[in-house]
């Protein structure tokens, strides 16, 4: 199967500090990204998913400012928190898909990056 | 009210033993996943269903599209299945997540 990769896997920030995490999908083209956020023993929430060369689109209840989603390429996404606080500590995963790649529904989930807000 | 329900939320397990996850969703949907996260925190996808049955080694899973529900088998369940395992439904873009069953097989 395609593989997703995170970066990093685990941070660390003070509050108030901005923090990226990278997600780049290694063996095929991604025209579409997904960020989801997970609280502990929750299930995986969608915050926004993201095309190629477009603007990202923000779920219900997701500030746009807050999280910034970039996907400037086909194999990259990223995710700024802005001023993180410590409520913005959780697991954020991506995952891509691809139907120019053949991935009609299928998506593939990245490891995982653990952000901790001081 | 969850669009997507899973059962049981958790499960423990005798190494060897059959076991079965379910999930019903309410929504008309065009593809469904299971899902697996190990404690790290990685999620695997195991199974995208759009209809009838599908079998990758020891693990099966099955849908029936008339009643909105699949259910994810393991046979001679092993302690590395020990896991979260995850229901999605995708009607359309949107992605649906069930809470999870937390799935411990002990030796």
């Known amino acids: 199967g395609a593989v997703v990769s995170q970066h990093p896997s685990r941070v660390i920030c003070k509050s108030g500090t901005s923090v990226k995490i990278e997600c780049r999908s290694l063996?095929?083209?991604?025209?579409?990204m997904f960020w989801y956020r997970q609280f502990p023993k929750k299930s995986l929430m969608l915050m926004a998913t993201s095309n190629e060369g477009s603007k990202a689109t923000y779920e219900q209840g997701v500030e746009k400012d807050k999280f910034l989603i970039n996907h400037a390429s086909l194999t990259l996404s990223t995710l700024t928190v802005t001023s993180a606080h410590p409520e913005d500590s959780s697991f954020y995963i991506c995952?891509?898909?691809?139907?120019?790649?053949?991935?009609?529904?299928?998506?593939?989930f990245g490891p995982g990056t653990r952000l901790t807000v001081l | 009210k969850n669009e997507v329900e899973q059962s049981p939320q958790n499960l423990t397990a005798q190494e060897g033993e059959f076991i079965t996850i379910n999930c019903s969703y309410s929504?008309?949907?065009?593809?469904l996943h299971w899902l697996q996260q190990h404690p790290g925190g990685g999620i695997v996808s195991l199974f995208m269903l759009s209809s009838g049955k599908k079998k990758h080694g020891r693990l099966i899973a099955t849908i029936n599209i008339q009643e909105k529900h699949s259910s994810l088998h393991i046979t001679a369940s092993h302690p590395r299945d020990s896991a979260v395992y995850i229901c999605a439904v995708r009607p359309g873009n949107q992605f649906y997540f069930g809470t999870g069953t937390s799935l411990t097989v002990i030796p």
């Open positions: 063996d095929f083209q991604a025209t579409t």
């Open positions: 929504v008309g949907i065009s593809a």
């Open positions: 995952s891509a898909t691809s139907p120019l790649s053949g991935f009609y529904n299928e998506q593939f």
